[in-house]
């Protein structure tokens, strides 16, 4: 029908609504560029969209179905009550631009979420705005910026020191907020190299960012040394809080002397995120910092709450409305729901749940990285010459076949091989269990018959992929257009 509507061949043809008279900007087209076929415009019943879009849901994979043992990306289960509560409709219903007066309960939640997370962090203001945790990160630099700049120390003060096993974003967010990155290597344990560090921490050094517990699951235990040295030379110290998942209700960043941190809402705090979203992150600073954070805020005035939008000294907005509304308040119902003890029961699962992955998969025949009992997640190596070539990538592929979704792997980059898994504290010890019973016969596979493993998967609608022709040249429709 919409192929007559526009044709041009057909005399008296014209657009639904299209003034009598006038000519529709379809017909100044030159004749050339007109199509000489109808569209390939599917011609479907009902029954068939609803089934094509149930398969299709089918081809997913979620942690609704199986076990994602992702590390560094905290896949836990997302408690349906939380779905309920930031979906109700006295939230969803709220047109974004109503007044505060209008939508106090919206903002209430908000609040109550806001102090809440000032608690398990011992941090003093935030910013719920920032939607992811690069975001946060971005916004934080800035935020730092801004408070150097106040103070006359800009442009001196221009570097960022980063960990090499820092997740990537760390030093992309750095560059990005106009910084030089400079790059300290880790030590043998895996921790910050102090002595490395010390050389970078004077007038020309405006922070460091660390991840805690970093990228190799383990807890940096000079971080006290580290902050006093940082705050000596007039540094300041930022904690990558993406993964809480092992400090909620344990530690405080704010008492172990950090001054700026973020948080991933859709990693330690349940919202479901998957494919680049969604998410959001929280931004955190200590009271020398409060000034410069993005606007609004949610404040107290008049025994109602208020968005301020005009802050003197703040870095501006970052985001649209209040931020990821919907996430926000997922979290917000995720952290009532477990309270005080649960935020703690949580961390304690998942710490529990690494240390034991970590023991079966070393039992299983991975390396892991270090002997030390672990935080959240562990990370294993395998040595290719003594599994006949079969590499990290190809135990990734093949656990797809045992229906398991693929750890993270080659990060940090500072291990060879890598393989990095987080259970969360979600998972049951018998679903950990069936995991490391899968690494164990992949290993064996790879001693007898290599060749099963290295062209895994075998089992799903998409065996292995040329990565490098699949970036080069992508095919991003599912089936080629019939204009084609
Ligand atoms: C996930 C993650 C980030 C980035 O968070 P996004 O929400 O993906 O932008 C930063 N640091 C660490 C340690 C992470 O695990």
Known sequence: MLATLFDKTKPGARAIGFPKGKIHPSQKIPSHLLRKTPPGLPEVTELEVVRHFTKLSQLNYSVDTN?????SCTMKYNPKACFRLAFHGAFSERHPLLPAWAIQGTLKALKDFENALLEITGMDALTLAPAAGAHAELAGLLVTRAYFQNRGEIPQRKKIIIPDSAHGTNPASAALAGFEVVTIKSNARGRVNIEELKKHLNETAAMVMITLPNTLGLFEDEISEIARLAHQAGVQMYMDGANMNALM????PGNLGFDVMHLNLHKTFSVPHGGGGPGAGVLLVKRHLDDFLPVPRIIEKNGQLQIEEAHPKSIGRIRSF?????????SAAYV??????????ASKGAILNANYLRVLLKEAGLTPFSDEPCMHEAVFTIDPKKLNGVRTLDIAKRLLDFKFYAP???????VPEAIMVEPTETETPETLEEFASAVKTILQEARTT???VKTAPHTLPVKRIDDVTAARNPVISWQPSRDQ
Do not use: D
């Not at 209040?322 to 997922?330: E, F, P, V």
């Not at 009532?336 to 029961?345: M, Q």
């Not at 993270?408 to 500072?414: A, C, K, N, R």
């Open 450 to 452: 290599p060749e099963t």
């Open 322 to 330: 209040h931020g990821s509304t919907a996430n926000l308040l997922w």
């Open 408 to 414: 993270t792997i080659y990060f940090p980059l500072i």
């Open 249 to 252: 209700g344990i530690a405080k």
């Open 336 to 345: 009532a729901l477990l309270g005080k003890e649960g935020v703690l029961e």
């Open 67 to 71: 076990f994602y043992p992702l590390g």
